[in-house]
């Protein structure tokens, strides 16, 4: 296995409370696989991704329990200069808004460059030809010419690419990617997916796409993990979850998103608000607004009750929901 | 179809762009919108989708008055609205309301909801009497589904869907004829979503509404729209029914459009065709001749840079009348991508 | 930046609550609470949805209570109101802890230390230094209070009326106080003042007011373009609202904030800057009482008696200090990014 998380915890200290933002996540990634980190702003999604690159501002944010484990190397208990050295090199993330990431006093090329002169000793000459190759194999147009140019003379579809670079250049066998085409145009985002997919398969890396597109998930996912307030509510191969998902949650997002044959219905609308990070429901967080809750569901945690080999739901009724 | 409600001719805007600090002199202009024609029927709903710097938020600010169009005009119920100031024009905004896209920032958070929503009655107070309004903004917050004794909180004590409801109700409190929606759940969570455009579709029936919906999500444009304009740097590239659009679309760019919406259905991906475009969108600035597509058109030949295509039935349609037969711009329009 | 996964992250969904920004906080907290009815949801109208009672945040909260419910709890702001209200309180009564009259001297006990009753001592002219001390706090709270008043006054309106309107109006605006911003304060002072002959506060007042209106114009132009961006200005234009309604109602609530920090903070520059004219001969003049004078009086005998400067620097070091102080703190109250 290339990533382990085992029962990761995060917590934010805040003026109101400590908010819980992780409450006990286990996931997988192998290499070559693409992991979807489905769930709403607030589910903890980002949160576990930043604790696993050892990038959560910490404080307010603390690790309260759990492991990551990298190849078998435990990372949480790795001491700073060292998690740099696989930060980066083996393990690279690619954010949201290519805009803020990159620096932008910088030319793309002297950032790219640095990639290779800090991390493999190269000469500036030689890193400046790697940044140009780079931007080559994401596809920029007129590589050698742009490589001179700051972050905002480049298009969103541009800087996204330019991002996937950096992260890619050092071949991680490991990429996060946090939201990467949310903030782009459904045609450049397109483009930008079928690039991400395609240096994956080439570079077999092991890939953990974070969103809330359920579009997205379906066109590039292995597998799916669905996260509810910190906690992962169904894990499924990702046929499976669309063909029948076994949390209510799950399929409460299948349901509400229009379809062709909902027109003039009204959509299906998970009733009620995320809950609060402060206050998480007790039981299952999810019974307030579940159509299936009883009262089982107020009292007891439900654990990830394992459906099949490759499937888990954390719901006291995850046969009813398989069966619709 | 009903009589039209709002009718947009030839709707233009540009936005000078200047150099200089006291002496500004015009070096060029971003051509926001430039040539947008379309009629709104009476309790339709027309959805406007593009992708970001098209130009389709520009057209909701002209619609609602909030800027004036540098050529072109807007019809409210025969009437160009455009041209229109003071009193005249105070009366019509009774008439055209706007929902934003940003939750956050359009609700005034020193104000409480009853005050926000109660504003629209302080500006036009012939609308309602004065000791009535508290019942009518309650009553408001009673109809988006919202607890009507919430009137004395602050909007940041409500989640984004709320504040999209609250923004809602503030919109229908002069009992407009026409809203104009901007975007209206993008900001919102997925779950989220389907809640607010349940209560548009609820708000419309109820209340006979116009919706103007303009979105870049597919999937809830088509929900929701009787009929959709595609617009590409400032124009309407290609208009018709949901069904004309979705399913016999004859533009390339809607056909690109439709085929990189990302399909919640695993099943599909194997043996679904993209097209994948390529390049961004070239600058407002400098807008390409002929068809402003065809630097992006997998059709494009020689005659696209010198004709510009017409919003009309392409002539090979016009013989046969189906879904296909709808106004396109395109001089190559087929419902065959390649 | 050698590496892209340490460059600082887009804002975590997570983070957001966590760090508890005000209104990400505040809203997640009132989700909790049976805010939200799905009217004709699936379940049928009106089905309400909650995870119990009311939150914790059921009263109306604003900025400025908000704001308040910070500045009780600072002890930094408590401090420094209470230095500055003793200070107004001497500076309206100063007979109320120093009987005397700070213009009777007796020239025979110059420079003499500390004695019963005159617990500060003497000065170079033999007059005492704790009731000249506190007589002095008038005219430093007035020039401070009156010069950031006509500041604020002056610099928000023409500040705010550039932001609004922009064009013209604003590109004449901001050269003017591009013009003004390369005056040096002192050498204007010195010229300037130096013509005058009136010895009231006034002259200074006038001065520092003319001196000071770019800073919190440019402060106020900032915050109204800011606030003029917000969609709920856009909304209050669609219902068909007046610009006054729309500057008064909506902007300038939304933009007063860091003009009432700037000008917190500047009210103590400004009584420095009082001291600062008097000292080199060109703000109030003797007979006059003021910090400036004394403490410019007594910097030829430092040697001899130093308790003669140190006391008035003192008092003027910590009035500046504190209104600085008080600034800050109300600064940081105001800015919920900080909370």
Not at chain 1, 130 to 146: H, W
Not at chain 1, 178 to 207: F, K
Not at chain 1, 281 to 300: E, I, L, N, Q
Request: charged share 20%.
């Amino acid at each position: 296995m290339l990533l382990e998380v085992r029962d990761l915890r995060v917590e934010f200290r805040t003026r109101d409370g400590i908010a819980h933002a992780v409450n006990g996540v286990t996931y997988a990634v192998d290499a070559g696989e693409t992991l979807a980190v489905l769930g709403e702003s607030g589910s903890g999604k980002s949160v576990t991704a930043q604790a696993v690159m050892g990038i959560l501002d910490m404080p307010p944010g603390r690790i309260t329990g759990g492991r990551v484990l990298f190849r078998g190397t435990e990372l949480l208990t790795l001491k700073e200069d060292e998690r740099r050295r696989i930060r980066g090199a083996a393990m690279a993330m690619i954010f949201q808004d290519a805009l803020s990431a990159l620096n932008p006093v910088l030319t793309v090329g002297d950032q790219l460059g640095e990639m290779f002169t800090v991390h493999r000793g190269m000469s500036r000459r030689d890193a400046r030809a790697k940044a140009v190759e780079l931007m080559d194999r994401v596809r920029i147009p007129a590589a050698a010419q742009r490589v001179r140019d700051y972050p905002h003379q480049f298009s969103g579809g541009m800087r996204q690419r330019i991002m996937i670079a950096m992260a890619l250049a050092l071949e991680p066998a490991l990429v996060i990617a946090d939201e990467p085409t949310t903030a782009l145009d459904v045609t450049v985002q397109a483009q930008v997916m079928d690039l991400l997919a395609e240096l994956q398969h080439e570079y077999r890396m092991g890939l953990i796409l974070i969103t809330h597109d359920l579009g997205v998930v379906a066109d590039v996912a292995d597998r799916i993990a669905v996260m509810y307030a910190g906690r992962i509510v169904e894990s499924a191969p990702v046929h499976d979850l669309y063909k029948a998902p076994a949390h209510p949650y799950t399929r409460g997002l299948l349901d509400s998103i229009p379809r062709l044959d909902r027109k003039g219905r009204e959509l299906y609308a998970i009733k009620g608000l995320p809950p609060s990070l402060l206050r998480i429901p007790s039981g299952c967080a999810f019974h307030p607004r579940c159509p299936m809750a009883r009262d089982v569901c107020r009292t007891d945690v439900p654990p990830l009750y394992e459906v099949n080999e490759q499937r888990g739901s954390a719901c006291h009724f995850w046969r009813e929901c398989l069966d619709g | 179809m009903a009589e039209p409600i709002l009718e947009v001719c030839g709707l233009v805007k540009h936005y000078p762009l200047t150099r200089g600090v006291l002496f500004k002199k015009q070096v060029g202009s971003v051509k926001a919108v430039d040539g947008v024609d379309f009629t709104l029927a009476a309790g339709e709903t027309l959805g406007i989708v593009g992708e970001s710097g098209c130009g389709k938020s520009t057209v909701a600010r002209l619609l609602c008055n909030l800027e004036r169009p540098t050529a072109g005009e807007i019809r409210y119920r025969g009437e160009d609205i455009t041209k229109l100031s003071g009193r005249a024009l105070k009366a019509v905004r009774r008439n055209i309301q706007m929902v934003f896209q940003d939750p956050y920032t359009s609700l005034n958070p020193r104000m409480t909801v009853g005050d926000i929503i109660g504003e629209p009655y302080e500006i036009h107070p012939e609308a309602a009497p004065k000791g009535d309004r508290r019942r009518r903004v309650q009553e408001l917050l009673d109809v988006v589904g919202l607890n009507p004794e919430y009137v004395n909180r602050y909007p940041h004590q409500f989640s984004g869907g709320q504040r999209q409801r609250i923004g809602i109700a503030r919109g229908l409190a002069l009992r407009p004829e026409i809203i104009v929606a901007d975007e209206p759940v993008s900001a919102l969570d997925v779950s989220v979503q389907a809640q607010v455009i349940n209560l548009m579709e609820r708000l419309q029936r109820e209340f006979e509404l116009s919706y103007v919906f303009i979105a870049h999500d597919l999937s809830i444009v088509r929900h929701i729209s009787d009929r959709v304009g595609v617009m590409y740097l400032g124009r309407i590239v290609e208009t018709g029914t949901d069904e004309q659009i979705y399913e016999y679309a004859t533009h390339p760019y809607t056909q690109a459009l439709l085929s990189a919406v990302p399909v919640p259905d695993p099943e599909a991906r194997e043996h679904r065709r993209r097209i994948i475009l390529t390049g961004d969108v070239p600058s407002p600035t400098n807008i390409p001749s002929g068809c402003r597509f065809r630097t992006r058109c997998f059709k494009a030949r020689e005659r696209c840079a010198l004709e510009v295509p017409a919003l009309e039935v392409p002539p090979v349609f016009r013989c046969t009348p189906g879904p296909a037969a709808h106004d396109s711009a395109c001089l190559f329009a087929s419902t065959e991508p390649v | 930046m050698p590496e892209p996964p340490q460059e600082p992250p887009h804002e975590p969904e997570g983070a957001v609550a966590g760090t508890g920004m005000g209104g990400g906080m505040d809203l997640a907290a009132s989700e909790a609470t049976a805010l939200e009815r799905t009217p004709h949801g699936p379940d049928g109208p009106g089905g309400t949805v909650g995870t119990g009672g009311p939150g914790p945040q059921d009263r109306p909260r604003s900025l400025w209570s908000d704001a308040w419910r910070d500045l009780r709890r600072n002890p930094v702001f408590l401090l420094s109101a209470l230095v500055i209200c003793f200070l107004i309180l001497i500076a309206i009564r100063p007979s109320l802890i120093a009987p005397g009259n700070p213009l009777q001297c007796d020239l025979a006990r110059a420079q003499d230390g500390p004695r019963p009753g005159h617990p500060f001592g003497y000065d170079g002219q033999g007059c005492d230094v704790y009731t000249r001390t506190v007589h002095g706090a008038r005219a430093s709270v007035t020039v401070g209070v009156c010069a950031t008043l006509g500041v604020a006054v002056l610099g928000s309106v023409l500040g705010a009326l550039a932001g609004f309107f922009g064009g013209v109006w604003d590109s004449v605006l901001s050269r003017i106080t591009d013009i003004f911003f390369a005056i040096p304060v002192v050498l204007g002072g010195l010229v300037l003042l130096s013509v005058v002959t009136s010895n009231t506060v006034w002259p200074v007042v006038g001065f520092i007011v003319l001196l000071g209106w770019p800073q919190l114009s440019r402060i106020a132009r900032g915050s109204v373009i800011t606030a003029k961006q917000h969609d709920y200005v856009q909304a209050a234009r669609a219902l068909g609202a007046s610009n006054t309604r729309i500057l008064l109602r909506h902007i300038a609530p939304n933009a007063v904030a860091p003009v009432i920090v700037v000008a917190t903070i500047a009210l103590g520059t400004y009584i420095a800057l009082e001291a600062t004219l008097s000292y080199l001969g060109v703000g109030l003049k003797p007979p006059s009482v003021s910090w400036g004078i004394d403490i410019s009086a007594a910097s030829p005998y430092i040697r001899n008696a130093p308790h003669a400067l140190l006391w008035p620097a003192g008092a003027l070091a910590i009035t500046v200090l504190a209104f600085i102080m008080l600034g800050d703190a109300v600064r940081d109250a105001l800015d919920p990014k900080l909370r």
